[in-house]
């Protein structure tokens, strides 16, 4: 995209929504761990798994919060990229080699 369409402060929303994910990705394994570590009896709708299941979401929340705040930036780089009038790269394609028979 050229210089001119974008903006500086996309390079920083996508850094903290990748951070983001990345978290959400190390919390869910985590919530996932914890979940398979509670006793069979415990699984389901019992104390234990809803504070573990409360403290999973809590933790989530922020994160989910950096989405919220600067998630309207992967909208604006793509109605950016579809504004942008450059033409398509052009595609490189080789012509088929036509072969005549020998003539005699």
Known sequence: MPQNTTQSR???????LRDALDRLDELHEQWLAT?????ATTKGA????????????AES????????????????INTAAHKTHSPPAPV?????VRRTAARK
């Not at 996309?10 to 903290?16: F, I, T």
């Not at 979940?35 to 006793?39: F, G, K, V, Y």
Request: proline letters at 4%.
């Open 10 to 16: 996309w390079v920083y929303q996508l850094g903290v």
């Open 61 to 76: 929340w922020s994160c989910l919060d950096d989405w919220t705040t600067h998630g309207k930036a992967v909208q604006e």
């Open 46 to 57: 019992t104390a234990d798994f809803d504070d573990a299941l409360a403290k999973h979401h």
């Open 92 to 96: 490189l394609a080789t012509a088929p």
């Open 35 to 39: 979940r398979d570590a509670l006793p």
